[in-house]
């Protein structure tokens, strides 16, 4: 059992035909630009990260991101609230654990998050590894930035989550297949441009909740979410002249990708993980 | 007494001169969209949206916006005093009722919020037809989506505010005129773009806002809001080839429009409408 | 002992170089375009604006911002908590009095924030006349906006911070410069767009956090800052057609600067001032 590329243009057309409603708690820098590419994606958003509404929210919500990009008490009450909610409703719900390692209260706060089980965390190649020493792993935190580097971190986070992905040059992925092995799935391509532009790290993580709502597994959504950035992002930067440009572009791109552009662009490669136990 | 695309353009031409400062409590997700709309479109904009400074500022602004799209207990603390004292100091302002109805914590905050008497309430058709029923009105919930149905509903708000408007692919308004019946007012054009873009709807809360500081009547200024978002937009729409240039063109066409383009591109019709005893 | 436009293209040869982390505590219309601003010029950014964690962040980051623009309970302790800790591990920090003088309870803010010895103060020229009249200056409030009249106001705030500026069409600079005198500097050229794009100034200020890390004095990294902002802006106009095109042009020339370009065309000069003792 493995991923093609024909999986991802199907679960795009999935996308655009179901337009599942992500339900975000997600930060004061990211909420605007990460609602856009949402909607450019062809899903929808709603924002609710108070504790008196989050909750109700989730479980009725097509998928749900958790983001610890600018956390308070208020919103991480929020986060626990629909955290529960969204595991005991059964909604796929994403947990982007930005900064977790370098700062000490919100690292507690993904720690006891996990006992939620997310559906999938998707991270940077540091996040991934200090969350992995959180979750009870002894592997620790590694300041390497390659994603690579973090695949083993990524497997060990399987013990909390279906699917995990580090991002960066080259995505790796790690997940449960449909026959119930772990896999291993690379994407590349993508642009340098990228990091120039705030907060496209957490619209990939909203747009990871809208392909698990939709996704025949939740491998196949994780990495149709990572290359939908990844090509639409290349063809971006074909049309930008700077990081300004290039965030207008990268939009109207996430819009007009269709599912043949998808499989035919987008650069894909599976390999074999030893799974931890 | 009607309303004519003469009125509309010399509301333009005031905004313009009068450059009215408004006071937003908004969302997190539309708080920098939303303010670039009123720069492009011509006015100015505070955002208070803490419990300390929200009411004094109220006093002084030329209109207020009260958005619930992310309330939390601090903001929802703001928003009743921004209203209150708008209220009292005769400040005209706006309701945006995001997410009532689905949503019981906000719904029960709009319903209080009813109290400090709105001069505008604008939403979508489903949060209008909501809002309706928490005001006391029976005629409950109804999940439309379409802005005509909303008509009883928003002529029942009028109960709570001067002016009500339902926004869609034909925007409907009721109000007031100047002789004191009720009109209804139907604003077309605009462009299917506007929903693919975030904030699109609350910024037109907040150019509301701006419009009833310097329009003749608040019927007059709510139209005149509603047109200048529609003609901008239909503009943008030619000028761009997907959500990002859209958002991008659509600034700039709020910014170029005249008062002569407005008047001439604006799809304008009146109807009547029974009055709720 | 002065600045020449030599020094200032060193400093941004030293920001790309180096690449300073900015920790921001900002306000949610600013921050998703202050940390666009700063990954375009060259820096990078971290959102931290919980009393939890903002303490420990500051003592480790480049530079620190802390903006006034939407506080609350919560994020006022977080700027006492990161303007603290900036102070005694030596870490250049900026106060940005968005607001002040008009509004009660920031003003108190602010005061409160003084003792803390802020490295640069950047405000427009009235939040800067409110800041020194708050510092315990008896000038009081003067409502003007002309930069060059808040040079006094300006002066009198070294008694508190290492450097001061009032933007606007002509910013007015003072601080102390190598020989341990008082120089004034002014830098011309900018844009009219500016004013019409929601938080350039906001951005400004997260900007001089950036320089402040990197140049060899705090006033050459205050005027570095500013003249970036003014050269890449008047770049952007002269590619753009409105306030939405300008914003996106004018990241892009954020960008694009070079140290020759910028040396080349900034609009700079110094005077005299005379201290106050």
């Known amino acids: 059992m493995t991923i093609t590329s024909a999986d991802l243009g199907t679960a795009l057309d999935a996308l655009r035909t179901r337009v599942p409603l992500v339900h975000s708690l997600t930060n004061i820098v990211s909420a605007n630009f990460l609602t856009n590419v949402l909607l450019a994606a062809g899903a929808s958003n709603a924002h609710i990260d108070n504790a008196h509404e989050a909750g109700d929210f989730a479980r009725i919500a097509g998928g749900v991101l958790v983001n610890l990009g600018t956390p308070d008490d208020g919103t991480a009450a929020a986060f626990t609230a629909a955290a529960e909610a969204a595991h005991d409703a059964g909604t796929p719900w994403v947990l982007d654990p930005v900064g977790v390692g370098g700062l000490a209260w919100r690292s507690g706060l993904a720690a006891d998050l996990l006992k939620f089980r997310p559906t999938a965390i998707r991270g ?147 390999f074999e993980v030893a799974e931890i136990r």
């Open 124 to 270: 940077n190649a540091s996040e991934v590894i200090a969350l992995a020493g959180l979750g009870g792993d002894t592997r620790g935190v590694d300041s390497s930035d390659d994603p690579a580097a973090a695949v083993p971190a990524a497997v060990s986070l399987l013990q909390h989550a279906e699917v995990v992905s580090a991002s960066g040059p080259v995505d790796h992925l790690v997940g449960r297949d449909a026959d119930g092995g772990v896999l291993g799935v690379r994407i590349g391509g993508g642009s340098a441009m990228l990091p120039r532009v705030t907060s496209t790290g957490c619209s990939l993580g909203a747009l990871v909740a809208a392909y698990l709502a939709v996704a025949k597994t939740p491998l196949v959504g994780l990495a149709a979410a990572h290359a939908h950035v990844a090509v639409a992002s290349e063809i971006a930067e074909a049309g930008s002249s700077g990081p300004g440009s290039f965030a207008v572009a990268y939009l109207d791109a996430l819009y007009a990708l269709d599912a043949a552009t998808l499989a035919d662009r987008v650069v894909l490669d599976t």
